[in-house]
C-alpha cells in the first residue's frame, strides 16, 4: 500500500502586534501529501497576520518537507520582525518559538537548558 498523505495538525496560538495594536492568531503546520505531478512531499502551513491562506512546501520525503516549513517559517517569522511585526509565542523575542537552538549554537555542547 502507498501511502500519499500522512494526516497530522500542529497549532500554536501566537501574539502579535501590528501598529501597536495587540491580537493573537494561529501558526499552523500539518498534513503532508505526495504531489504527483511535482514527484515530491508537500507540507501544509499558514501564518496569520502574515500568510492566512495556506501555502505549501516541498521535499523529497516526508521529513524534508516537514524542515523545509519549519525552516522557511523560522525565516519568514525574523523577516517580518524586520518590517516591524512583533510575534512570540511565550515570551517577546523569541521568534514564534521556532528557534533551533542546537542549530544556532553550531554545537550540542552549547545548547541552553530546555525549559520544560
Known sequence: MTVNTLKFRLERELQFRIGGEHSTGKLFVGDLTWQE???????????????????RLY????????????????????????????????????????????SEAQRWKEMPPQKA
Open 37 to 55: 505531478d511535482k514527484k515530491r512531499w508537500a507540507c501544509h502551513w499558514s501564518l496569520a497576520h502574515v500568510h492566512p491562506e495556506v501555502g
Open 59 to 102: 521535499g523529497a520525503d516526508p521529513l524534508a518537507a516537514l524542515t523545509a516549513t519549519l525552516d522557511f517559517l523560522s525565516i519568514l517569522i525574523r523577516g517580518s520582525e524586520d518590517d516591524g511585526l512583533v510575534v512570540w509565542w511565550q515570551t517577546e523575542g523569541d521568534h514564534a518559538g521556532l528557534t533551533f537552538p542546537m
